[in-house]
């Protein structure tokens, strides 16, 4: 089946560090794969997809296909990153069935 | 646009009751999906609909669950004879082509 692994249920970096979410998954062909963010008392939102090869908000994410990997990045964390993030995948020339991860809750410290 | 509306937010129900979940989707979006959250979990897809269709219900139980998406009004998601595992937060999407846009999704408890 395929599957979509975070590892790290809870993060905790400090303003200013550099920040990763862990992402990888399992599919044998090309998927393609978005990071979603949930800040507190808001509902899910998209916050990139790796097709756009965007940055948003800082974050940037990579697709590995070698590693089979799309971890999150941000060279310098915010408070107010803080959130829930999930990794998610879905066949590839669609995004129809999302698959989700079991989410990474960051906490960015003063 | 005011966004993807799903309404109740909470919904308590007792064993052997009868949830239904609304989805009201986004002005312009034909296309919704239902996903459900159970605890430490992340979301695990269940249906997709279109107007009066069911396209892809693979995620979907066999028993008991069914999901419809009329010409007119919101799409239900509909959990007869409910049982405690059926617990859960339930989120619906919206989306006009590709971008999947969600609402604030229904925490269902049962007693």
């Known amino acids: 089946a395929q599957r979509v692994t975070q590892p790290e249920k809870l993060l905790s970096v400090f303003k200013g560090a550099p920040v990763e979410l862990k992402c990888n998954y399992s599919?044998?062909?090309?998927?393609?794969l978005f990071w979603y963010v949930q800040y507190s008392r808001q509902r899910l939102q998209l916050l990139l997809r790796h097709i756009s090869r965007e940055s948003i908000k800082g974050f940037t994410a990579d697709l590995n296909k070698g590693e089979t990997s799309f971890h999150l990045k941000k060279p310098f964390a915010q408070e107010e990153d803080s959130a829930m993030y999930y990794c998610?995948?879905?066949?590839?020339?669609?995004?129809?069935?999302?698959?989700f991860g079991s989410g990474t809750q960051l906490t960015v410290l003063p | 646009n005011a966004g993807v509306m799903q309404n109740p937010r909470h919904l308590v129900r007792r064993r052997g009751q009868e949830a239904r979940l609304r989805c009201s989707p986004m002005?312009?979006?034909?296309?919704v999906y239902w996903y459900r959250q159970l605890p430490e979990e992340g979301l695990k897809f269940m249906v997709y609909?279109?107007?009066?269709?069911?396209?892809?219900e693979s995620g979907m139980p066999k028993e008991r669950f069914s999901a419809e998406f009329p010409k007119e009004g919101p799409s239900i998601l509909r959990i007869q004879q409910v049982v405690r595992g059926d617990s859960a937060a339930y989120f619906c999407a919206s989306s006009p082509r590709n971008e999947q846009f969600f609402g604030p999704g229904t925490r269902l408890t049962v007693l």
């Open positions: 998610a995948w879905a066949p590839s020339g669609s995004a129809r069935q999302l698959t």
């Open positions: 599919y044998s062909g090309s998927p393609e």
């Open positions: 609909l279109q107007k009066e269709n069911i396209i892809d």
């Open positions: 002005k312009g979006h034909s296309h």
